[in-house]
């Protein structure tokens, strides 16, 4: 068997790094994509673009059908701007699906048409001295927060004046750390966290010299967080795709700051059987750290391919990450067995090579769930048919 390649760490962590310094929430994402269309361009990895800038690579294998991708996404939660108050305080919606308790305390940019200008996120009753404990007893609710910009402004005039109008975007600081143990905490580690180990491991298989058996195309999608994600951006002849995301390590999940989790369902259903128990036996092939789980309030780029129509297999790799959609955490194991076992999946076989081939008269080629002869045997046994209606006649006609 040949060598898995070995994901450089140090670079995955750079490149990381250097996407987090890079504002990109949901609708607001075209400097991101210059940026990691200026990494594949390093690897030499060829790629198109999407009108809207989502990236589709292509890493040539030896047989251009089936064709399989693998996605991240480069957008991130934030918000957007919902009002000018008449003191010249901005009032927030949410870009994406999370909590305005997370918020609170942020500092921000916000992006206007003619400039940037900084501030804090506060809750509305913010001074301690004016309002004593009253701020415990307000609602967690994005009503009940504001954004106070760093700039002369008491009116809504003032802040109108400054080149703030209500839909100018408005990103929230990363504030990485990368200490000795090896944990990494920063706010949108979902996904870019996910689109370092993907790029790291482009890196170590384009420089291994290896030849994936199949096309792979590697996306990079920008809309992830609002849902539509990889809805039109796979081609036609893709029959396996797996989402690169982030697992919750929270009480009642399996999932490991320290390993790769496979999840197996999310709030769309299960994933592929197949496809997903290929990434398992890949895992364990390599001794790759590996966790079983599912996600109940989760959606993914996957489920997004699915509703959009795509007649794939899909399966779900995600890095454990301590307190998703807040000040994540998580550890360089964790994306280190990401990347790796992202190398061995670029680099296997399809799962079924004739998923290439018309479908019509097809039963002969079909997958087989239950392999085991043990696996056929039901306790639950139904007697058949013939014998069901012959026993017993007189009591039947007892009974009319």
């Given at each position: 068997?040949?060598?898995?390649?070995?994901?450089?760490?140090?670079?995955?962590?750079?490149?990381?790094?250097?996407?987090?310094?890079?504002?990109?929430?949901?609708?607001?994402?075209?400097?991101?994509?210059?940026?990691?269309?200026?990494?594949?361009?390093?690897l030499g990895v060829p790629f198109e673009m999407t009108r809207?800038?989502?990236?589709?690579?292509?890493?040539?294998?030896?047989?251009?059908?089936?064709?399989?991708?693998?996605?991240?996404?480069?957008?991130?939660?934030?918000?957007?701007?919902?009002?000018?108050?008449?003191?010249?305080?901005?009032?927030?919606?949410?870009?994406?699906?999370?909590?305005?308790?997370?918020?609170?305390?942020?500092?921000?940019?916000?992006?206007?048409?003619?400039?940037?200008?900084?501030?804090?996120?506060?809750?509305?009753?913010?001074?301690?001295?004016?309002?004593?404990?009253?701020?415990?007893?307000?609602?967690?609710?994005?009503?009940?927060?504001?954004?106070?910009?760093?700039?002369?402004?008491?009116?809504?005039?003032?802040?109108?004046?400054?080149?703030?109008s209500i839909g100018d975007f408005v990103a929230f600081d990363p504030l990485p750390e990368?200490?000795?143990?090896?944990?990494?905490?920063?706010?949108?580690?979902?996904?870019?966290?996910?689109?370092?180990?993907?790029?790291?491991?482009?890196?170590a298989v384009v420089e291994s010299g290896q030849v994936p058996p199949i096309d792979c195309h590697p996306l990079f999608t920008i809309t992830e967080e609002i849902g539509s994600g990889a809805a039109g951006a796979l081609p036609w002849d893709v029959s396996e795709f797996v989402g690169i995301d982030i697992a919750p390590v929270a009480a009642g999940q399996n999932s490991s700051e320290h390993a790769v989790s496979v999840a197996l369902q999310d709030s769309g259903g299960p994933y592929d059987y197949h496809l997903s128990r290929h990434l398992l036996r890949l895992a364990e092939r390599h001794e790759v750290n590996v966790r079983r789980d599912l996600f109940r309030y989760y959606h993914s780029d996957a489920q997004s391919a699915i509703e959009a129509g795509h007649d794939i297999r899909t399966a779900l790799l995600a890095f454990g990450c301590d307190a998703t959609h807040g000040y994540e955490r998580t550890h360089i194991d964790?994306?280190?067995?990401?990347?790796?076992?992202?190398?061995?999946?670029?680099?296997?076989?399809?799962?079924?090579?004739?998923?290439?081939?018309?479908?019509?008269?097809?039963?002969?080629?079909?997958?087989?769930?239950?392999?085991?002869?043990?696996?056929?045997?039901s306790t639950t046994h139904v007697q058949p048919v013939g014998e069901l209606l012959d026993q017993h006649p007189d009591d039947d006609k007892e009974r009319r």
């Amino acid at each position: 068997m040949t060598a898995l390649p070995q994901p450089d760490l140090a670079y995955l962590q750079r490149v990381l790094l250097e996407m987090l310094a890079i504002p990109s929430p949901t609708g607001f994402t075209d400097t991101i994509v210059r940026y990691v269309a200026e990494r594949l361009e390093e690897l030499g990895v060829p790629f198109e673009m999407t009108r809207r800038g989502t990236i589709r690579a292509t890493l040539a294998g030896k047989r251009d059908s089936p064709d399989r991708a693998v996605s991240a996404h480069l957008d991130t939660i934030g918000a957007i701007v919902r009002e000018i108050k008449a003191d010249g305080r901005l009032a927030l919606a949410p870009v994406g699906c999370w909590s305005s308790r997370f918020a609170e305390g942020s500092r921000v940019t916000v992006f206007c048409d003619n400039g940037v200008l900084r501030g804090s996120v506060l809750p509305l009753l913010a001074s301690g001295h004016a309002f004593n404990t009253a701020v415990d007893n307000l609602p967690i609710s994005w009503d009940n927060i504001e954004l106070r910009l760093d700039a002369y402004t008491v009116s809504h005039a003032d802040s109108a004046a400054l080149g703030v109008s209500i839909g100018d975007f408005v990103a929230f600081d990363p504030l990485p750390e990368f200490t000795e143990s090896g944990h990494i905490s920063a706010r949108h580690l979902d996904d870019k966290a996910g689109v370092a180990a993907l790029l790291a491991a482009l890196k170590a298989v384009v420089e291994s010299g290896q030849v994936p058996p199949i096309d792979c195309h590697p996306l990079f999608t920008i809309t992830e967080e609002i849902g539509s994600g990889a809805a039109g951006a796979l081609p036609w002849d893709v029959s396996e795709f797996v989402g690169i995301d982030i697992a919750p390590v929270a009480a009642g999940q399996n999932s490991s700051e320290h390993a790769v989790s496979v999840a197996l369902q999310d709030s769309g259903g299960p994933y592929d059987y197949h496809l997903s128990r290929h990434l398992l036996r890949l895992a364990e092939r390599h001794e790759v750290n590996v966790r079983r789980d599912l996600f109940r309030y989760y959606h993914s780029d996957a489920q997004s391919a699915i509703e959009a129509g795509h007649d794939i297999r899909t399966a779900l790799l995600a890095f454990g990450c301590d307190a998703t959609h807040g000040y994540e955490r998580t550890h360089i194991d964790s994306l280190a067995n990401l990347a790796r076992l992202l190398c061995a999946y670029l680099l296997s076989p399809p799962v079924f090579a004739s998923d290439a081939e018309p479908r019509e008269g097809a039963i002969a080629r079909f997958s087989k769930q239950l392999e085991h002869p043990v696996h056929m045997e039901s306790t639950t046994h139904v007697q058949p048919v013939g014998e069901l209606l012959d026993q017993h006649p007189d009591d039947d006609k007892e009974r009319r």
